[in-house]
């Protein structure tokens, strides 16, 4: 569901323009080939940036896969997807 009404208009949109997304969602940030990530944390009631970079950053994808749903492994599975279909446009 996600994929098909969110990553799928991301994908087309960003071709044309600039697009900025906040989510706590890890799928919509791997599956929509998010060129630039800055991950937050909370504490104390202040917002911290945790890292900022792009997918192919070892620290992104490692606090990617600690809120991604399925982990390690869910996002191996996408992140290789999205190089597969890269190679292929």
Do not use: P, W
Not at 9 to 20: D, F, G, M, P
Not at 47 to 73: A, F, P, S, Y
Request: aromatic fraction near 4%; charged fraction near 25%; proline fraction near 0%.
């Amino acid at each position: 569901l996600i994929y098909d009404l969110i990553v799928t208009q991301l994908r087309a949109i960003k071709r044309h323009r600039q697009v900025i997304v906040v989510t706590h969602n890890a799928n919509i940030v791997v599956n929509g080939d998010a060129e630039q990530v800055l991950a937050l944390a909370a504490r104390s009631g202040e917002t911290h940036k945790e890292c900022e970079g792009c997918l192919q950053e070892q620290q992104v994808r490692d606090i990617i896969c600690t809120i991604m749903e399925g982990g390690r492994r869910a996002f191996d599975d996408r992140y290789r997807r999205i190089a597969l279909v890269g190679r292929h446009v």
